[in-house]
């Protein structure tokens, strides 16, 4: 089997290097789908295409696709445009189960390797898995799971597509619907595997807020920045639209702590 994944590309660029090697020994192919306008109009880090340099010289990435937005089109629908360029190079690679990343998404190489010995063993074509929420540094988690999933390795096949917000038996992004019907999915239990999910964990909180696919909501935007700015250590988050979550201690699994060690 060939394994493949796609990283969309904007932000969070602090991310993305510590993000690549950790998944890098797990996937046989990446590419990496980069824009330096966002969605909304706004420029990239200048910081963005040294990294992107970096990546290509030190062999984490396989493939480089730049991409330029569509200001015509909503912010999702760009998403799902460069998702779907990931998948279609990814299919011309050979590629047989494919992941579509973003750069704060990170992945534990024996976990993420044991999820690949189930799916084969069990012939599995769809799968998604549970998600932790980090919040301002990688070491301060959600003690739980959060209410989102987040599509995982997928069997492809000549006419696979993401469609926004087609039929998905799991919680996910919109943007990441891919073959979920539910005879062929199956949701990998979370002491198996589980993506760590450093979106609150940034150099700068506003930018990634300025430009996400929901900046357009102002008001639920500005209970995110709320909820971001009023929590500290030994607090409970709360999040709109979610439970009240406690937030823990963890270990620094992935070694990038230091990277952020001044956000708190």
């Known amino acids: 089997m060939i394994y ?3 990283y969309n590309v904007f932000n969070a660029e602090e991310h993305l ?3 690549l090697k950790a998944i890098r020994p797990c996937l046989d192919y990446i590419n990496v789908v980069v824009q330096y306008v966002s969605n909304h109009g706004i420029p990239a880090s200048p910081d963005l295409e040294a990294v992107i340099e970096e990546a290509k010289a030190g062999g984490l990435v396989d493939e480089v696709i ?9 912010p999702a629908f ?3 445009a460069k998702r779907n360029i990931g998948l279609q190079k990814a299919k011309r690679a050979a590629v047989d189960y494919f992941i579509t990343l973003d750069c704060d998404e990170y992945y534990v190489q024996s976990e993420f390797d044991a999820a690949k ?4 063993d069990d012939g599995l074509k ?3 898995v549970s998600t932790y929420l980090h919040i301002k540094r990688p070491i301060y988690r959600s003690a ?3 209410n989102t999933c987040c599509a995982f390795l997928t069997k492809l096949d000549v006419d696979s597509e993401l469609s926004y917000g087609a039929a998905y038996p799991a919680l996910v992004d919109p943007t990441r619907s891919l073959h979920g019907d539910r005879e062929s999915f199956r949701m990998l239990p979370t002491e198996l595997v589980a993506m760590r999910h450093m979106n609150l964990v940034r150099h700068n909180i506003d930018g990634k807020l300025r430009n996400s696919t929901n900046a357009g ?4 935007m500005e209970l995110v920045r709320s909820a971001y700015s009023k929590w500290s250590p030994g607090k409970v988050l709360k999040f709109p639209n979610k439970t009240p979550m406690e937030i823990i201690e963890v270990d620094d699994i992935f070694h990038i702590d230091h990277i952020f060690s001044e956000v708190v």
Do not use: R
Request: aromatic letters at 6%; proline letters at 9%; glycine letters at 6%.
């Open 4 to 6: 493949g994944g796609s």
């Open 17 to 19: 290097l510590p993000s």
């Open 66 to 74: 730049h991409y330029k937005p569509d200001l015509s089109l909503s």
């Open 78 to 80: 760009n998403e799902l």
């Open 117 to 120: 010995q189930l799916i084969e």
């Open 126 to 128: 769809s799968t998604a």
């Open 144 to 146: 739980l799971p959060d």
């Open 217 to 220: 909501m102002v008001d639920f």
